[in-house]
């Protein structure tokens, strides 16, 4: 059995976005402290991260398929904080949100962190950004508690484990015309002259019970009709 993990380590040459929502910054801006404090605790430089701000959560899927798709982009880090209020807005942001994340992360192969907090309250919200001192030991470290921490710590995990994954191989499919010609190069032709669409009355395979009586029928059918008068 092969077991393949990655560790929490300074990552190879590239760089890492962190993708932030202003909404709720008084929350989110805790969420960057905490993801910068852990990237630095793994010796990863300051001109090695990118930080860009985005109106709320809902925009951060945009931003992260901007930089996903980018070669040198190592893993996309995105920060938010969605509190539930009066209505179930919460529910369509959060869905929408984490849906488009992870299809972001598929598509594209880079590391799509989701560090959004989805919350009932800003109580909660608080404890997971580190905003109490109930969320977090600074004896032990000082990024405790903080979910944007652990999402960074998430990317570096994800970024090692990228290097250790085996090679696979893909299937190469032909280009579009070359298939559709080799599907319908035989049922594609009507032609009496082919052989698996003949059907000619001299055909041996033909049915002479099916054929034949409708012929008779057809010529009956015709004697029977009045003559026309010039």
Request: hydrophobic share 35%; proline share 6%; glycine share 6%.
């Amino acid at each position: 059995m092969q077991t393949i993990e990655g560790t929490v380590c300074p990552p190879p040459k590239g760089y890492i976005a962190i993708v932030v929502a202003r909404f709720n910054r008084t929350i989110t801006a805790r969420l960057l402290e905490g993801s910068l404090a852990k990237l630095r605790q793994h010796k990863v430089r300051e001109e090695d991260v990118k930080v860009i701000w985005v109106p709320g959560a809902y925009e951060l899927p945009f931003v992260a398929g901007y930089f996903a798709r980018d070669a040198e982009c190592l893993a996309v880090i995105c920060l938010g904080a969605v509190i539930k209020g009066e209505t179930s807005h919460d529910q369509h942001i959060n869905r929408a949100v984490s849906m488009s994340l992870n299809d972001i992360s598929a598509r594209f192969g880079t590391p799509v962190i989701f560090g959004v907090l989805t919350c009932d309250t800003v109580e909660q919200a608080n404890a997971r950004s580190g905003g109490t001192e109930q969320s977090r030991d600074k004896s032990i470290d000082p990024t405790a508690g903080n979910k944007g921490a652990e999402a960074a710590e998430a990317a570096l995990e994800m970024i090692d484990l990228m290097t250790e994954l085996p090679e696979i191989k893909t299937p190469q499919l032909p280009p579009l015309p070359q298939m559709l010609s080799k599907m319908f190069e035989n049922d594609g032709d009507f032609d009496d002259d082919d052989d698996d669409l003949d059907f000619d009355d001299d055909d041996e395979d033909d049915d002479e019970e099916v054929y034949r009586p409708r012929k008779k029928v057809v010529k009956k059918a015709k004697k029977k009709l009045p003559k026309k008068k010039s």
